[in-house]
């Protein structure tokens, strides 16, 4: 009962959000953000870890900057959430308004190869996927929310351009090698850590961080090409470019190992695009803490630990 009622509370905000201006959104974001800062310590604690491995020749003000800046992005993401899904088609196409390297995915399709698109989460995923499906048959890998009520919202908000969404499972696997075998395109999050087992430890920013195996098993079985795919956000909400960047050729290997490190590599080639309009607030090395519990001193040195 409370769980429906939350849901429906959320989908009402999100189409409130809907019909406003991205401008609106993102001066709305930067109050959140400020309180965010304030009050939330695990997002600030996490965003400052993580952003001590990736940058850390940074000072304390230039960390600062860095966490306050990237949670104005995120929160503008969570409030754009309504716009991407349930505002009008044209208004959202029409917030694209640089697209850069779209001749990776189409000489790609002229050469009848799939195209495997890696999206961290960088900027708003969401107006990547409603971009990608609007041009290409799009199928990709879909987990319901925990709030089961929101399922039929989140659902067509990403289908409605035409993306096939299919299940985080071996069904899901074999539905994304057909799609390839038809040299369509597939999107797969590269900067999640998978579960024990789907995975090995790769560098990412210079620290071991459990990377998903998903991918060189779709290249062997398909000769699909690879690439990374993000929707930048533009200043002052001004709208989003959408940049498709060679991958690292590394993630062709065979080696899972090898094909990992270059995995990683595009990730972290898309957030120098710029790296605040990536979500630091994530525990990236958290299964690379699980894996070091037995290790002498591991408490002493450990990245999340509360201060």
């Known amino acids: 009962m409370i769980e429906g009622l939350q849901a429906r509370a959320i989908h009402l905000l999100w189409r409130l959000l809907s019909h406003c201006r991205l401008k609106t959104m993102w001066s709305l974001a930067g109050v959140a953000a400020r309180v965010l800062y304030a009050v939330s310590r695990r997002e600030r604690h996490v965003s400052r870890r993580n952003l001590e491995v990736a940058y850390p020749g940074d000072n304390g003000e230039q960390r600062r900057s860095r966490i306050q800046a990237s949670l104005r992005h995120s929160a ?4 754009e959430l309504g716009f991407a899904w349930i505002a009008a088609p044209r208004r959202v196409d029409a917030s694209i308004v640089e697209v850069h390297g779209r001749e990776l995915l189409d000489e790609a399709r002229a050469e009848d190869r799939g195209v495997i698109v890696l999206a961290p989460h ?3 995923w969401e107006v990547l996927n409603f971009w990608l499906s609007s041009h290409f048959p799009f199928t990709a890998m879909y987990e319901p929310p925990k709030m089961a009520d929101l399922d039929p919202v989140i659902r067509h908000g990403r289908e409605r351009m035409g993306a096939e969404l299919v299940p985080t499972n071996p069904r899901g696997v074999a539905a994304l090698l057909k799609a390839l075998k038809r040299a369509e395109a597939v999107g797969i999050l590269p900067d999640q850590e998978p579960d024990w087992g789907s995975g090995v430890f790769a560098d990412f920013f210079g620290r071991p961080a459990y990377t998903a195996t998903l991918l060189p098993k779709l290249v062997a ?5 690879v690439v990374t795919g993000v929707a930048r956000r533009l200043p002052e909400g001004r709208g989003f470019a959408i940049h498709f960047l060679a991958a690292d050729e590394r993630v062709y290997d065979t080696d899972e190992k090898v094909s990992a490190l270059g995995v990683n590599a595009c990730v972290e080639s898309a957030i ?5 309009q990536y979500q630091w607030e994530y525990k990236r090395w958290k299964k690379t803490e699980q894996e070091q519990q ?4 591991y408490r002493k040195h450990r990245l999340y630990s509360k201060r």
Do not use: E, K
């Open 76 to 79: 503008a993401t969570m409030l």
């Open 122 to 124: 960088f900027g708003n």
């Open 221 to 225: 079985r398909t000769q699909a090409r």
């Open 272 to 276: 120098a695009l710029d790296p605040v």
């Open 294 to 297: 037995l290790v002498p001193g």
